[in-house]
């Protein structure tokens, strides 16, 4: 095993190399995680493999994306928002569907200019995500661990039954949003306010290194043991006026807790929702000093 040392006060054990996968991995078929625009992921026990889409799949995914922003303008209730909140079958349809109609039109046809920006928005941002979290997160433990190793063929579950791999990622316990709805069904309250506390203090260390989150939804955050981890850093800037803009939006719109998709999990507990929002709040204002560095701006 080699190590690659990480940069920024990292850990030096930022990524582990190792001569060959883990077992586990080569060991039975890799169940279905999850999945983003991007991305989808599968897991075994311990560790988290990823195939990146096919341009026609996220081009697919934005077109069912815009198909859902009209539809939750139009019906009562924000069911387009719920249904793209929590994908199921017949979104997963629809996008296929879309997807089969980029790959059989001219390009010209279904690339419009809103579905183009949002494209190169997309690959922009996830470029600089990756670059950001590897320059500034990579062997803390704000962000899971990461081990290399020769490319490896891996069985998966559906579509496309195997992959070719070379890296993946610790496989964290839940995400935080579900860890938080599991202590809301069982009326743990006083463990919802811990974890949030620990997502805001992930945050906080975050912006000490210079980098901030524009996508700060739970979903995008994991629970490993007693510690919240960054798991998608397609979010994350280290550009102050885009920061700025940020923040400005946060004051305008709507409170954090509801930007968070916490506004049913918290209807009973309005006392925790205010002080998560005024703790939010506190804790933008102290990292600003830090995030107005010139090597930010």
């Known amino acids: 095993m080699t190590v690659q040392r ?11 190399v190792l001569r060959q996968a883990p077992e586990e991995l080569a060991r039975g078929s890799l169940i279905r995680l999850g999945e983003g625009i991007g991305k989808v992921a599968y897991a075994s026990e311990h560790w988290v493999v990823s195939r990146e889409r096919h341009p026609s799949e996220i081009i697919g995914l934005i077109l069912t994306w815009k198909l859902l922003r009209r539809l939750d303008r139009l019906v009562p209730g924000e069911m387009g928002r719920r249904m ?45 995500g990756r670059k950001l979290a590897d320059s500034h997160l990579a062997g803390t433990r704000l962000v899971p661990e990461r081990i290399a190793f020769p490319p490896t063929r891996v069985k998966v579950s559906r579509w496309p039954g195997w992959l070719v791999v070379s ?15 599991e202590l809301a069904r069982a009326r743990r309250f006083d463990e919802i306010e811990t974890w949030l506390t620990r997502y805001l203090d992930l945050r906080s260390a975050a912006w000490k290194r210079g980098v901030f989150s524009l996508d700060p939804h739970l979903k995008n955050f994991g629970v490993t043991q007693d510690r919240v981890v960054l798991l ?51 804790t933008v204002k102290l990292a600003e000093p830090s995030l107005r560095k010139p090597h930010h701006s």
Do not use: C
């Open 167 to 181: 890296e993946a990622t610790e496989r964290a316990e839940t995400t935080l949003y579900e860890r938080i709805n």
């Open 6 to 16: 990480s940069k920024d006060g990292g850990r030096p054990d930022a990524i582990r």
């Open 232 to 282: 998608d850093a397609g979010g994350l800037t280290d550009v102050w006026p885009e920061i700025a803009e940020n923040l400005r939006r946060d004051d305008e719109l709507t409170p954090p807790h509801v930007r968070l998709g916490l506004d049913s999990t918290l209807r009973d507990r309005p006392d925790i929702a205010d002080r998560f929002d005024t703790e939010w709040k506190a």
């Open 84 to 128: 793209l909140a929590k994908p199921g079958r017949q979104i997963r349809a629809l996008s296929f569907l879309f997807q089969a109609l980029v790959l059989s039109v001219p390009r010209g046809i279904w690339f419009t200019r809103h579905a183009r920006h949002m494209w190169r928005q997309y690959r922009w941002h996830e470029k600089r």
